[in-house]
């Protein structure tokens, strides 16, 4: 048996799979982020891990255990001392205190050069802007701290002692693509080298025994597990996590630096691959909060949806609604939501089914950014609204390979943990195949006009920075 623990940033979830790849026991514990003042957020380290113990205690009894694989929620900055424990609250990746320096950088040219060098354009909520505002703002709190580091590589530390990280966390912002390891230009470039000692080992893989024995694996973050546990494995397939936020990501084999920078390349275990990512802000969250405004809730989206029908009698929406703005396919810490074409004739289900449907054109912004070519593997919460699912078949002009559950992210943890030990790979889950609809072609007409939406509101966030 092994298990896979992914410690996402509301829930930390562990599942024990058998040796086909079946879930035979899962279990499951609510985690707190806290808004710890305006674009400030924050989660107590302590809790999160407490949460880890329990649910892996919680599947103690299902079996003699393998390997343990941990994945988890990426970006952010969790400081902690040489045990493990924190020296401060951990810094999210939806956090926007960092936002000013980005801005900074950006005029600099730094964020372009680190483009450049990496092929991932940095956001707010990446651990070097955070990182140079804590030097900033609370430097003892960087003096006290032996590691820098990310929540599942706390987890593993915690239950292990393993002082490390895998090559996904490191790649974003200072691992070279092509040499695998850090860079001291790139620490530089960010005003950071003098904090170097905070960056854990790159390991291949890390791995370490806990206590009882078992080998405990620091797997690749949640994006790219998500992938792996997907069965995204073919140059040009991509994986779309419809979660919270949306997660966009596709394969290559070729690092890229040009054109406008944006989204990010993480490396992944295997040699000449990485991943191209768009993490963007915007996701389920948005729909949530709209639903909410109208009075409604998730159990409603079927019916509000088919009461609205295809380009919402004329209402369109930009989805921005993170209070850190937006960071794929493009940054921008200022970015908000709007509705346009609002009228008496129009009501509520016309304002749901534009957000559902402008989430769905941000992910195809993403995708066609990260050049996807192949197979689309479709997972998260939000695939589970078959309705919603439909819209982003149509948006997207492809068939979607649509997982269900919640525990892909698990999964790819649990297929790390098997590679490290030396055992096979579990087949691909076959899922379900969402065909386009009817509404395909008009809905390609409406991406181009959604398109030039966003780049007229780009030129009116700038001018509203300056």
Known sequence: MIIGLDAGTTVIKAVAFDDDGVPVARAAERARLDRAGPGRYEQDPDEVFAAAETVL?????????????????GDGVWLSDAEGKPVRPAVSWLDARAGDILARWQRDGILEALFRRTGSLLFPGAAAPILAALAEQEPAALAAATTAGYCKDMVVQRLTGLRATDPSDASVPFLDPRTGDYADDLLELCGLAGHRRLLAPVRRPPMA????????????????????????????DGLLIIGTTLACQVLTDTVDTTGEPCGLTLATWT???????????????????????VGAGVGDLPELLA????????VTAL?????AGERAPFVAPHARARLD?????????????????????????????????????VCGGGAASRPWLQIFADVLGRPLRALSGDEVGARGAALAARQAIGLPAWAAPTGVIVEPGPDAARYAGGFDRYLRAVSHARDWWEEEQQ
């Open 57 to 73: 205690g919680q599947l103690a009894g299902h079996g003699p255990v393998d390997a343990i694989g941990v994945t988890g929620q």
């Open 209 to 236: 025994p806990r206590a009882d024995g078992t080998p405990v694996v620091a797997a690749p973050y949640d994006l790219p597990a998500s992938a792996w546990g997907g069965g995204v494995t073919e140059v040009g």
């Open 271 to 293: 040699e000449g691959r990485w991943l191209r990512a768009m993490p963007a802000m915007v996701g389920a969250a948005a729909l949530d909060w709209v639903l909410a405004l």
């Open 307 to 314: 009461a609205s029908p295809a380009g919402a009698n004329g």
């Open 319 to 323: 989805p921005f609604f993170a209070e």
């Open 341 to 377: 074409g609002l009228h008496v004739g129009v009501d509520r289900t016309d304002v749901v089914r534009a957000v559902a449907e402008a989430i769905a054109y941000a992910a195809r912004h993403c995708l066609t950014a990260a050049g996807l070519t192949g197979e689309l593997v």
